[in-house]
């Protein structure tokens, strides 16, 4: 018998491509779909093209991620955030298909003092953050056994994401200015596929309502994004790279058209309770992806460090990143 794989949207995106390279190394079945053969904004292809691969679990990793241009754009962050994930969840619904659906910390107005559990009410300060809490909702409304997972600032070695932007930063500028007064936890995006891959197994062999909810799952520990980009600096020196100057800012000093919460730190004890799941420290996940990146530091013969140069070269270069990153995996 032909074993039924997982479904896993967003495929070119930070999580689906770790979901991707995640399930290959465990040697799950895994079909990884990109917007062009599954746009969640085109509703009536979405029941065919998951009837077509019948999967066993459907793992939506796609979204719209723009934060500023949410702001801009609010029609069209509901339409996929909201619409889109609904429409997915209630196709696996309608065929018993295990739904799991990736949310963010940015549901929360970060007015709370100490880390967010799955019992705090949220309120976003921004239209993304508006768009993705209507998504958890709808989609639990359409699929009353969905798991819903909220992250938290997601990077990983490829994709748009704080840690590459630093590094390009770190290439054309002599002093990088970072809010110093937002905290939350950094969370890499191989190890919060793994850690989905994880529930997904667990929702297909247990009962099926013990997944189902809400569930906090972001890296230990937490800092402010300018603590973030001081340790990326930091893991940049330690590999005989020179990083720019970094100087602390607050909110009020980096204008920009969405409002982003002061503490969106997660508490993620629940999933830990529950699955035992509990993701490595963010400073050690850091350094993986720097190693990915930057390299281990090593130098050759006349002190250069070869890696480097050719990497950053290949920052914004979506297609080589997703080599580096196969080729470590
Ligand atoms: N990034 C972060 O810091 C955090 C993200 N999250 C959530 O985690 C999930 C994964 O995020 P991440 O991997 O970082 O996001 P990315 O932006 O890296 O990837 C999202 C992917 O979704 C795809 N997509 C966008 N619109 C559609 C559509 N209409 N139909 C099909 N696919 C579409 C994009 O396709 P294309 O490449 O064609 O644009 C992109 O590949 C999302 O739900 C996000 O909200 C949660 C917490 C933090
Ligand atoms: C580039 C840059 C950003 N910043 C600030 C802006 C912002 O407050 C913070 C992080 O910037 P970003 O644009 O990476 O952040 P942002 O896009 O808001 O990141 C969010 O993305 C969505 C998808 C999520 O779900 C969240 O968990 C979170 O990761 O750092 C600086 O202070 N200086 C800089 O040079
Ligand atoms: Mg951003």
Request: hydrophobic fraction near 40%; aromatic fraction near 6%; include cysteine.
């Amino acid at each position: 018998m032909i074993e039924r794989p997982i479904m896993i949207t967003g495929r070119n995106g930070q999580l689906g491509s770790c979901l991707r390279d995640v399930a290959a190394l465990r040697g799950l079945s895994a079909v990884a779909l990109g917007r062009e053969e599954l746009d969640l904004e085109v509703r009536d292809g979405i029941d065919r093209t998951v009837a077509s691969i019948a999967p066993c679990m459907i793992i939506n990793a796609a979204a719209y991620t723009a934060v500023d241009q949410a702001e801009s754009d609010v029609r069209k962050a509901f339409s996929i955030n909201r619409d889109g994930a609904a429409a997915l969840a209630d196709v696996a619904w309608q065929r018993n298909i295990p739904f799991v659906h990736v949310s963010t910390d940015y549901v929360f107005d970060g007015a709370k003092h100490e880390a967010y559990d799955e019992a705090d009410v949220p309120a976003p300060l921004n239209t993304y953050g508006a768009s993705k809490l209507a998504g958890e909702a709808a989609v639990l409304a359409a699929h009353p056994l969905a798991t819903v997972v909220r992250s938290s600032w997601i990077y990983s070695s490829t994709g748009s994401n704080f840690v590459r932007t630093m590094l390009r930063l770190a290439e054309t500028r002599p002093i990088v200015r970072v809010v110093s007064d937002q905290h939350g936890s950094p969370t890499a995006a191989a190890d919060l596929a793994a850690a989905l891959l994880q529930i997904a197994e667990r929702s297909l062999t247990d009962d099926r309502r013990i997944a189902a909810g809400i569930f906090h799952v972001a890296g230990q520990g937490t800092t402010s994004w300018h603590g973030f980009a001081e340790a990326i600096f930091d893991g940049l020196s330690r590999r005989g790279v020179r990083p720019p100057m970094l100087e602390a800012i607050t909110t009020e000093q980096y204008p920009s058209a969405a409002r982003r919460p002061v503490n969106s730190r997660l508490d993620s004890s629940k999933a830990e309770r529950v699955f035992g799941i509990r993701l490595p420290a963010w400073r050690q996940s850091l350094e993986t992806c720097l190693d990915q990146l930057v390299g281990r530091g090593d130098t050759d013969a006349e002190g250069n460090h070869p890696g480097w140069r050719q990497r950053n070269a290949s920052l914004s270069d979506h297609a080589s990143g997703q080599q580096a990153v196969a080729a470590r995996l």
